[in-house]
T-cell receptor, first 118, second 116 residues
Framework: AQTVTQSQPEMSVQEAETVTLSCTYDTSESDYYLFWYKQPPSRQMILVIRQEAYKQQNATENRFSVNFQKAAKSFSLKISDSQLGDAAMYFCAYRGGAGGTSYGKLTFGQGTILTVHP | NAGVMQNPRHLVRRRGQEARLRCSPMKGHSHVYWYRQLPEEGLKFMVYLQKENIIDESGMPKERFSAEFPKEGPSILRIQQVVRGDSAAYFC??????????????FGPGTRLLVL
């Protein structure tokens, strides 16, 4: 079974600074997708960024970027120029590709609470 | 384009009652997924449905829980004879018809179920 591990229960950052959230995963599948979701106090799940395993280039969305190390099964999220609105719980998630045993379902990590200090 | 809609947003039930949670996927999406989030935990997959079909229900408890996604209308997650341990946030997500872009799931706001 696939597992996703976020080893940092809590992180904090000063406004305008950069922070990196860690995520590792375990899988035997070759085709899969990785995601970071944000859950603010409203508890709405918001997609931050996604990465296809077959792509070597790291995904980037404005201030958010990932460091995808496929061999190490590591998928960290870097938030640059942190803003107060970035404060939330961040979840790393894995989804298998079509034909795999985990196709369809997202497997989530335990989450990292990010605090942004003004 | 409206997002994923869930209702009710909050639901209070007494032990032994039935809870019925509804999810309307985004327009053009034919895949629906249900997840449960217990307090202070991450989301756990429950069931994956397409129109009139259950694709994967490996995360559903064997008893009291059922889900459907009829040809017309919203997807329904039903919990019969609720117990206090069912108190949680239940999230629905949807994705488009199968294609590479279908790999992203978009979430609704969730239904918070409280069992007294």
């Amino acid at each position: 079974a696939q597992t996703v591990t976020q080893s940092q229960p809590e992180m904090s950052v000063q406004e305008a600074e950069t922070v990196t959230l860690s995520c590792t995963y375990d899988t035997s599948e070759s085709d899969y997708y990785l995601f970071w979701y944000k859950q603010p106090p409203s508890r709405q799940m918001i997609l931050v960024i996604r990465q296809e395993a077959y792509k070597q280039q790291n995904a980037t969305e404005n201030r958010f970027s990932v460091n995808f190390q496929k061999a190490a099964k590591s998928f960290s999220l870097k938030i640059s120029d942190s803003q107060l609105g970035d404060a939330a719980m961040y979840f790393c998630a894995y989804r298998g590709g079509a034909g795999g045993t985990s196709y369809g379902k997202l497997t989530f990590g335990q989450g990292t609470i990010l605090t942004v200090h003004p | 384009n409206a997002g994923v809609m869930q209702n009710p947003r909050h639901l209070v039930r007494r032990r032994g009652q039935e809870a019925r949670l509804r999810c309307s996927p985004m327009k053009g999406h034919s895949h629906v997924y249900w997840y449960r989030q217990l307090p202070e935990e991450g989301l756990k997959f429950m069931v994956y449905l397409q129109k009139e079909n259950i694709i994967d229900e490996s995360g559903m408890p064997k008893e009291r829980f059922s889900a459907e996604f009829p040809k017309e209308g919203p997807s329904i997650l039903r919990i019969q004879q609720v117990v206090r341990g069912d108190s949680a946030a239940y999230f629905c997500a949807s994705s488009p018809l199968s294609s590479r872009s279908s790999e992203t799931q978009y979430f609704g706001p969730g239904t918070r179920l409280l069992v007294l």
